[in-house]
Structures are given as structure tokens and as C-alpha cells.
């Protein structure tokens, strides 16, 4: 029979979402803003697929330059696939959402034939197989609601304006700068309220071709440099005074950030950012169509949300320096830094494991000894003198131990320091993680804490999840553009908790409050400590899960459950089927909620979260869950490194440290283990530290429920146990260190391990 369970368990779930709806209440509902009358506004859209800062000088792009007169920005343009195509540039103008064409080798547009896109069939296919509810005609369907008329000239540009059947109702073929571009272009503003201008795209050098890519990249820039010359004498020319956006909506042959700017009657000179981004700089490519309804002044019924200007007294060079060193950081974040840093990270954890699965061991050091005597000329050692080397091998594990588990931390720290900037960027961020690394094991061995078995790995957890959790009030900046944290380039998450994240932070907080929680057990104040866990799981799920926070829909289902279940074992009480079941109701009442708030919110304004509601409503939800359903294949077919570590932890845990405590790690004299313990029997670890094994069971529940939820897949069980199993290792080497070698008591050092 179990503990009878006190009268809390039963409530918890009901007060816990109570609590958590209490605490996300400051979100209301504002307004949306009035839309203005068509033809008020003129708008000119110029997309040139591949244009990056680093192109953009005053001598080799001058009419360019001149442009840059107002906002400006840089353009996430990832689409479906790692590297954008122009086509898929073009239909994020379309649809206002990730969408690609048919084919990644990127083909050449043409112009429609009969108003119709030769490629509009292989687009419908191909939209059809992707998973982000790309509704084609978007745009044309917008416009036309609201009653403005638009005209594209070049084939890209009828790709933006083409409806859902293909049809470019106004279209003209692109002429050259030297065959009337210019008056072309005045024409079309005189006559419509938005001008849609395909100036043509920067693609790689043909094989063979040049003998230097670097100057075929230079003479298509001098021909896009000249049309966008004409346009602008054109926008000149004409009566009205529109405001003009230049896009570089799509990617060349490398993925990276893209140039974006906005000149115009009106417009502040600053740094473009958006709602979807909330990144001084940052744009989506996906956000074009709503910025380009936004500036028509008509009502926005697209999927993004409009950019805006952070107004700034700072010169065009200066702005422009600042969207370089931008795009020169998103460009170091490409191979080999990202992958080498994970395949160290792994390396790393699975050398820890193996070397504790050996080093718990007990040696054969009679044979070693001798050996080693014989080399130097001396005596062998007798009786108990090789106890030393117990001491030097536990605290080198704690030490190692400890470096790993502070790696995580280390990679977000080393964001400080400015390392993309360097010549050799990926020797500058080794030896700015070194040094972090470094830093963070000095602390964590600091007195008082350094003799404590959970004291080191606490500091680090608390480290960690305190960094993680000013980070995301301050709006992610570290996260943004770290090895571990948001790559630009990828624009999957730009604010907030993403999944690594989330994983690393959750389990850290378990372990504070396993740390927190222990002293009142050892007193035998257990309902006191499922209490205090419970509030720690509360302020863990508040500040991943608060859409002004961490804006993470996939962790409160994850974390909550965990940080229960550990409550429910510090307090003693038994694990039925119908607690769970209770549990996970509470649960689903309290993400309910959250997602509730986030959605009466204006659409601009909500994350993620709401915008998941508003596709359950939608009847969009089956889509929602197969996107997330097949990045998790792909994470774990794909992403092998995360999958050993994950698997190393699991088998470090379940067969070198769980399967030994409750067998040999009983016995009286501590077992094959007895040479590191001192011949103290392991288990008795339990009684300073009665929480670990519930810890590891509530980390364990974290990583399965976070890995079935979230979209990242063998990533949140490999960053779970990143953080939880290097910890453990150092506890146990640090309370060993804590015992006194009893020599009567050890068994003589004969023998094979």
C-alpha cells in the first residue's frame, strides 16, 4: 500500500491552472487600427532575389545606395528548403508564408503566357505537399478586397501577383534601362496604387564560365544596379510620390540574410524590424505582403505582420554598418561552426560516459604499479599506497564533469563577445567558450558550495537558468545568433524559449528544485517540499510558457507533468493512473488558457501560441501536427550526433549507474566500486541526496513528453541530458570525495576489473 495522498494532490491541478490564467491575465485585447481608402497610397516594390548588404557600396552600387535614404533592414528569406530559390521569394510575397516551388535547383522565370504562369501547375503540386498552409493569390485576393489596383512587370513579379489560379491579370514584360524602363515604370505609379518590379536576380557563377566568380556576381550587380536606376528615375518622373520598398528576397547559392529597405513620403530613418521577429534589424520574408498592404493603407488580412521603424538619429553608413555586421554574423553561424560545435558537444558527453564507465571501476593496480616500479627502478608499492590516485581520479571527474555540463551555458555567454567579427571566427568563439567554460567551473568550485554533491552542478543549473531566463524578459539577444540558440538564416524562432532552450532551462530548474526541496525532505517536511517544487514548476511553465516570455506552446505540456510527478514523489504519495490522468487535465486547462489569452490579442500582436488557436479554429490543426510530426522524423533520422548523445545518457543512467545502485551498489563494502568510495556501500548517497533518483524520473518525463510535443525531436532528450547527466556524475564524484577511505575495509587491489 501506498503513502495516503494529502488533500493537496488532489487540488493541485485545479489551483495550478487558477494560478497560471491569474498570472497571464495583463494580456488584453487592443484594437486593430483603422484601415485607409485605396489609392490614398502609392507603393512600388522592387525584389532583386540574392541582393545581401555586402553587395551594396557607393561605387559599385550607386543607384542602390542612393535609395537607403529612410529604413532600412535585413530579410530572413528561408523558405521550405535551406537555400531560397527566387521562385519561393516570390511566392512568400504570394502567400504570405513559406512556400517553394517545384524544383531546388532554382530555374529561370519567365513571363506568363496568355496572363497565365507557365509554372503555376508544378507550384500547386508542390505547395500542396509542403506543410505551412500557403494559400496562393493571397495578395490578389487582398487587394482586390480592398478595391486597389496593382500591375506587375517582369516574371517575378507576376508570380507575386498572380491569384489562385495562376492569372496575372495586368502584367508587362520588364523592359531594359535603354528601351524606356524608366517611363514604363512612371506610367504604371500614375496608374496603380502598387507597381510590383521584378529587377532581377544574383545567381552563381555558371561552371567554367569566369575564371573569377567575384566578377560575374560584379557585372549582374552593375545590371541590377542600372534597372533599379531607371526605376527610380521613373518613381521621379511620375505625379505621384509613392513609397518604395527594395527587398533581396530570396537567396544566390548561400543562404544568409538579404537586404531590406523602405524609402518614402513619411518614412523615419531607423532600423526595420517586425511583430514576428521582435528583433532590432530583422525581417521576414513571409512579412512582405503585410508591409506592403500596410503602406497601401489598406486593411492587412495576410499571415504576417507589417515591418516598422525603430526611428534612430544615426546616418545611412552607420545604419547600413550595422545590417553588415548583421549579416556578417548570420553568415558565420553557416558550416562548419554550427556543426563542429555539436559534434565537440557530443564527443564531449559520450568520452564523459565511457571514461566514468570504466573509471567507476575498480583498476587492476597491483599490475600497473609494479609495472610502473620496474620501469623506474623502485620497489613496488605495499599495502593501501595507491589510495591517492582515488582522490586525483575523483576530482578530475568532477572537474571534467563540470566543464561539460557548463558547455550549454558557455555557448550563450560567449554571445558577449563580439567573435563573428574576427578573421577566424570560429577560433574566436572556441576561445570565448573556453574562457566561459573556464569561468563558470572556477565558480561553481568556489567555497562554500564546492564539498557539497549537488553544490557545483546547482550553481551551474542556477547559472543557466537564470541567464536563460533574463535573456528571454530582455527579448533573447543572447539566444539570437548563438551556436545552441536562433540562427538567423534558419528563422524558426527569433524571441522567446526555442527548444534547446527550453530543454536546457527546464532541466536545470529541476534540478534547483531538487536541490531546493531536499533539506526539508532529509527534516521530513514532505508536503513542505512538494510544495516548493511545485512552485518551481509553476515559475518554470510561467516563464517558458508566457507569450511576453518564453512564448514556448510546446513546454507547460512538458514541464508541468514533470515537476508534478516529482511533487506527488517528495511527498511520498503513491503514482496512480487517475493523479497522471488528473495531472495532465490540469495541464491541458492550464495551455488552454494560455493559448486562450494570446488569441484575443490583435493578430499582429500574437505568438505562436494564439496563432496555433487560430488554426485549430480554422480547422488547420491536422497540418499543424504533421509539420511537427515530420520535422521529429526528420530531427531523428537526420540528426545523428543528438541521437548518441541521447542514447548515451539514456544507457549511462539505465546500466552503469541505475542497474549497479540496485544491485552491487548495496553491497555493505561498496562492491567493484569500493576503491572510489572508500568502502562506503554507494547507496547510502540517498541519504544526503533523497530526491535524486525522483529527479531523474522527473527529468526523464520532461524529455519523453518534450520530445513527443516539440518539433526538434532526439534534440530535447539529447540537451536534457547534456545538462542532467553531467551534473549527476559530478555529485556522486563530489560526495565520494566527502568520505573517508577505510583501508581495513578494502579489498586488495589484485585482480581484473
Not at 497571464?24 to 548588404?53: M, Q
Not at 531607423?270 to 505582403?289: F, I, K, N, V
Not at 540558440?485 to 532552450?501: E, L, Q
Request: aromatic share 6%; hydrophobic share 55%; net charge positive.
Amino acid at each position: 500500500m501506498g503513502i495516503p495522498s494529502p488533500a493537496w494532490a488532489a487540488r493541485a491541478p485545479r489551483a495550478l491552472a487558477v494560478l497560471l490564467a491569474l498570472l497571464t491575465l495583463g494580456l488584453v485585447a487592443a484594437p486593430s487600427p483603422a484601415a485607409a481608402d485605396p489609392g490614398e497610397h502609392k507603393v512600388v516594390f522592387i525584389g532583386a532575389p540574392g541582393l545581401a548588404w555586402s553587395d551594396v557600396s557607393p561605387e559599385a552600387t550607386p543607384a542602390i545606395w542612393a535609395a537607403l535614404g529612410d529604413s532600412v533592414g535585413s530579410l530572413a528569406v528561408r523558405s521550405v528548403r535551406r537555400v531560397a530559390c527566387p521562385l519561393d521569394g516570390w511566392l512568400a510575397l504570394n502567400t504570405s508564408a513559406r512556400a517553394a516551388g517545384p524544383s531546388a535547383r532554382c530555374d529561370v522565370l519567365v513571363d506568363p503566357i496568355d496572363s497565365i504562369l507557365p509554372v503555376w501547375p508544378q507550384v500547386e503540386e508542390a505547395l500542396a505537399e509542403q506543410n505551412y498552409a500557403a494559400s496562393p493569390g493571397l495578395l490578389a485576393r487582398n487587394l482586390a478586397a480592398a478595391g486597389a489596383s496593382a500591375v506587375a512587370i517582369g516574371p517575378g513579379a507576376g508570380v507575386a501577383l498572380a491569384n489562385e489560379n495562376g492569372r496575372v491579370p495586368r502584367y508587362e514584360a520588364r523592359r531594359t534601362p535603354g528601351e524606356g524602363l524608366a517611363s514604363q515604370v512612371a506610367r504604371a505609379v500614375e496608374a496603380h496604387d502598387l507597381t510590383i518590379i521584378d529587377a532581377g536576380p544574383l545567381r552563381p557563377a555558371p561552371k567554367g564560365a569566369y575564371s573569377t566568380p567575384g566578377q560575374f556576381r560584379a557585372d549582374h550587380l552593375r545590371i541590377i544596379n542600372n534597372r533599379i536606376e531607371a526605376v527610380f528615375r521613373g518613381v521621379e518622373a511620375a505625379a505621384a510620390t509613392p513609397t518604395v520598398i527594395l527587398a533581396g528576397l530570396a537567396d544566390d547559392d548561400d543562404a544568409a540574410t538579404r537586404l531590406f529597405a523602405i524609402t518614402g513620403p513619411g518614412v523615419p530613418r531607423g532600423t526595420l524590424t517586425s511583430p514576428s521577429t521582435r528583433q532590432e534589424g530583422y525581417t521576414l520574408a513571409t512579412d512582405l505582403q503585410a508591409t506592403v498592404l500596410a503602406a497601401l493603407g489598406v486593411e492587412d488580412r495576410s499571415q504576417g505582420a507589417a515591418a516598422y521603424t525603430i526611428e534612430s538619429d544615426a546616418s545611412v553608413s552607420e545604419l547600413v554598418a550595422a545590417e553588415l555586421d548583421r549579416e556578417r554574423r548570420a553568415r558565420a553561424l553557416q558550416p562548419p561552426i554550427i556543426p563542429t560545435f555539436f559534434f565537440i558537444l557530443v564527443v564531449a558527453n559520450v568520452a564523459l560516459y565511457a571514461a566514468v564507465a570504466i573509471g567507476l571501476r575498480r583498476p587492476n593496480v597491483s599490475r600497473f604499479t609494479a609495472w610502473l616500479a620496474r620501469r623506474v627502478g623502485a620497489s613496488p608499492p605495499q599495502g593501501e599506497a595507491w589510495l591517492p590516485a582515488r582522490t586525483n581520479v575523483l576530482r578530475a571527474m568532477r572537474g571534467v564533469a563540470l566543464g561539460v555540463a557548463a558547455l550549454p551555458l558557455a555557448s550563450y555567454l560567449a554571445n558577449i563577445v563580439p567573435w563573428w567579427r574576427f578573421s577566424a571566427p570560429g577560433l574566436a568563439l572556441a576561445a570565448a567558450v573556453a574562457a566561459m567554460i573556464a569561468a563558470v567551473v572556477a565558480l561553481a568550485l568556489a567555497r562554500p558550495w564546492r564539498h557539497l554533491p549537488l553544490g557545483p552542478g546547482t550553481v551551474i543549473a542556477g547559472l543557466l537558468a537564470a541567464v536563460l531566463a533574463i535573456d528571454v524578459a530582455r527579448g533573447s539577444p543572447l539566444q539570437l545568433g548563438a551556436v545552441m540558440g536562433n540562427p538567423p538564416v534558419v528563422a524558426g524562432r527569433w524571441y522567446g524559449m526555442n527548444n534547446t532552450a527550453f530543454a536546457q532551462f527546464s532541466a536545470s530548474m529541476i534540478l534547483l528544485a531538487v536541490a531546493a526541496a531536499q533539506p526539508l525532505v532529509r527534516r521530513g517536511r514532505r508536503v513542505a517540499a512538494a510544495w516548493l517544487i511545485a512552485a518551481f514548476g509553476l515559475l518554470t511553465a510561467f516563464i517558458d510558457g508566457a507569450p511576453f516570455l518564453g512564448a514556448d506552446f510546446g513546454g507547460p505540456p512538458s514541464i508541468l507533468p514533470a515537476f508534478l510527478i516529482l511533487a506527488l514523489l517528495a511527498a511520498g504519495v503513491r503514482i496512480t493512473a487517475r493523479r497522471v490522468g488528473l495531472l495532465f487535465l490540469g495541464t491541458a486547462v492550464v495551455v488552454a488558457a494560455i493559448a486562450f489569452l494570446d488569441w484575443l490579442r490583435p493578430p499582429a500582436s500574437r505568438t505562436h501560441i494564439g496563432n496555433f488557436l487560430q488554426q485549430v479554429l480554422d480547422g488547420e490543426v491536422l497540418t499543424v501536427v504533421w509539420r511537427k510530426l515530420d520535422a521529429n522524423l526528420r530531427v531523428l533520422m537526420g540528426n545523428r550526433p543528438l541521437t548518441i548523445l541521447a542514447l548515451s545518457g539514456v544507457a549511462l543512467v539505465v546500466f552503469v549507474l541505475a542497474r549497479p545502485i540496485r544491485s552491487e551498489l548495496t553491497e555493505p563494502r561498496g562492491g567493484r566500486f569500493a576503491w572510489l568510495s572508500g568502502g562506503t556501500p554507494i547507496n547510502a548517497m540517498t541519504k544526503q541526496s533523497p530526491l535524486l533518483g525522483a529527479g531523474l524520473v522527473a527529468a526523464g518525463i520532461l524529455a519523453g513528453l518534450g520530445m513527443a510535443v516539440n518539433d526538434s525531436g532526439i534534440a530535447i532528450p539529447a540537451n536534457v541530458a547534456a545538462i542532467v547527466v553531467p551534473i549527476l556524475i559530478a555529485a556522486t564524484a563530489a560526495w565520494m570525495l566527502r568520505l573517508e577511505p577505510a583501508a581495513p575495509s578494502l579489498p586488495p587491489p589484485s585482480g581484473s576489473p
